[in-house]
């Protein structure tokens, strides 16, 4: 089932509802937006989305607003109080990804003025392609990491069905596999 198909079950949780409408599949321009979905979707990984979209706050207090600069210095202090911390999901490998993860973000910030310019300076890509350079950089990126993403940040497409009101409003938005596609 997809998740316009998903939303639109009766007693849907309003949160999915709200991230399926406003947020999932638009272009998002801000480096600390890009991280924080990054973050988000690896967290995700073997739990359910609902469950990090009622987590989402506790992640932005406990990772100080997703700012790369500060969560990059995180040291063995941080980490250990992002493990006590039960707001968001303590998992070491995790946590560990979201601190390296910020130093990319940094790398990327200093050689191409920010995440979103590097991302769109490899667009575009297959989804292949694109979980092969996400590895090569990134911690914790795996296929369906990687997929998601780039689907929910407007770079692969997918995140609506053509039949969905919100398709209409994410295409107006320039999501940028709508300006180019793969050859």
């Known amino acids: 089932m997809s998740y316009c198909d998903y939303i639109s079950q009766p007693g849907c949780d309003e949160l999915h509802i709200h991230y399926h409408n406003l947020r999932y599949g638009f272009p998002l321009d801000d480096d600390r937006e890009l991280f924080a979905r990054l973050v ?51 998992n070491r490998l995790k946590i560990g990804a979201a601190i390296h993860n910020a130093g990319v973000v940094l790398s990327f910030q200093e050689e191409f003025g920010s ?18 350079l996400f590895r090569k950089h990134f911690r914790f990126t795996g296929g369906e990491i990687v997929n998601e993403f780039l689907m929910s940040t407007g770079y692969l497409p997918g995140a609506h069905h053509p039949h969905c009101p919100i398709y209409t409003k994410v295409l107006e938005s320039g999501p940028a596999w709508s300006q180019t596609a793969p050859g």
């Open 40 to 90: 988000m979707e690896i967290n995700q990984a073997g739990l359910s989305w609902i469950t990090i979209l009622k987590k989402e706050r506790y992640f932005r207090l406990a990772y100080d607003d997703f700012r790369p600069e500060v969560v990059a210095a995180y040291g063995h202090r941080d980490v250990e109080r992002l493990m006590s911390d039960p707001g968001i999901i303590r």
């Open 115 to 132: 995440l979103r310019a590097w991302l769109d300076a490899h667009h575009p890509l297959d989804l292949k392609d694109w979980v092969k």
